[in-house]
């Protein structure tokens, strides 16, 4: 958010008041240079929020797919994913290939969907709060992919 207040001397006012709320979740865009996705906006210093649902969808250019790789992933651990969890669909929306889902300490590899398009969804429960996770993110060519992974 960038907010810009200019006044010249002529004229005194009360001014304005403002506020803010960070929400979670939006639309993101996927490049070649890698971007940075966190589970909650006070990531580092505080624990995620309880009862709370986001949902980001990162998008890139047709013909290029999207990788994921976890930088830190610390949710609360349940045997079913079942309390607080992060899913990953290769698409739009969760009616899309569902690439799986995660609690606990996560992935240990990258996610790459070849799609242009990846939804992120997270969930927690209103109990235990985790310190949550941080995401790189980048686009690259499928075929380009497959050929340097081994």
């Avoid at 006012?13 to 971007?35: D, I, M, N, V």
């Avoid at 797919?65 to 949710?75: A, C, M, P, Q, Y």
């Avoid at 995401?135 to 992919?145: A, D, G």
Wanted: hydrophobic content about 25%; charged content about 25%.
């Amino acid at each position: 958010m960038y907010l810009r207040f200019i006044s010249d001397a002529s004229v005194q006012r009360k001014g304005f008041q403002a506020t803010h709320s960070t929400e979670c979740g939006g639309r993101l865009k996927a490049e070649a240079r890698q971007k940075n996705l966190y589970s909650h906006s006070q990531f580092g210093d505080n624990n995620y929020p309880g009862h709370t649902d986001c949902e980001w969808l990162l998008t890139t250019e047709q013909g290029y797919g999207i990788e994921l790789s976890f930088i830190t992933f610390e949710v609360e651990e349940e045997a079913d994913c079942g309390y607080d969890y992060i899913e990953l669909y290769n698409g739009y929306d969760a009616n899309s290939h569902r690439l799986g889902r995660f609690c606990g300490s996560g992935p240990r590899e990258g996610v790459y969907s070849p799609g242009d398009a990846m939804l992120i969804r997270f969930h927690s429960d209103d109990t235990i709060s985790k310190k949550g996770f941080h995401i790189r993110y980048t686009s690259s060519k499928f075929q380009e992919n497959l050929h340097t992974r081994k």
